[in-house]
């Protein structure tokens, strides 16, 4: 059984910072790319980063250079660090294996 398991998620001002993490289990994590994904209220889900087996990374242009995606084999988790925070980041969070989703984790930007 696959499991997800978002955490890290809370409410900040803008311009601080939140660590998710996203704890997997049933998968054979290291062969697996990971993503993050993320709903605003009355948007579609999108995708924000991912990052490969091989450690490879994509973000979408309104993360660039403030979030980054990274992976602990070891620990079967993968991170997302969000800096420089905005009220449009304010949203559900989910972590993403094709086809599994986490529960999601909500975060909160305040201006």
């Known amino acids: 059984q696959v499991q997800l398991v978002e955490s890290g998620g809370g409410l900040v001002q803008a311009g601080g910072s939140l660590r998710l993490s996203c704890a997997a289990s049933?998968?054979?994590?290291?062969?697996?790319?990971m993503g993050w994904y993320r709903q605003a209220p009355g948007k579609q889900r999108e995708s924000v980063a991912i990052v490969s087996s091989g450690g490879y990374t994509n973000y979408a242009d309104s993360v660039k250079g403030r979030f980054t995606i990274s992976r602990d084999n070891a620990k079967n988790t993968v991170y997302l660090q969000m800096n420089s925070l905005k009220p449009e980041d304010t949203g559900v969070y989910y972590c993403?294996?094709?086809?599994?989703w986490g529960q999601g984790t909500q975060v909160t930007v305040s201006s």
């Open positions: 049933g998968i054979i994590f290291s062969a697996n790319t």
């Open positions: 993403y294996r094709r086809p599994y």
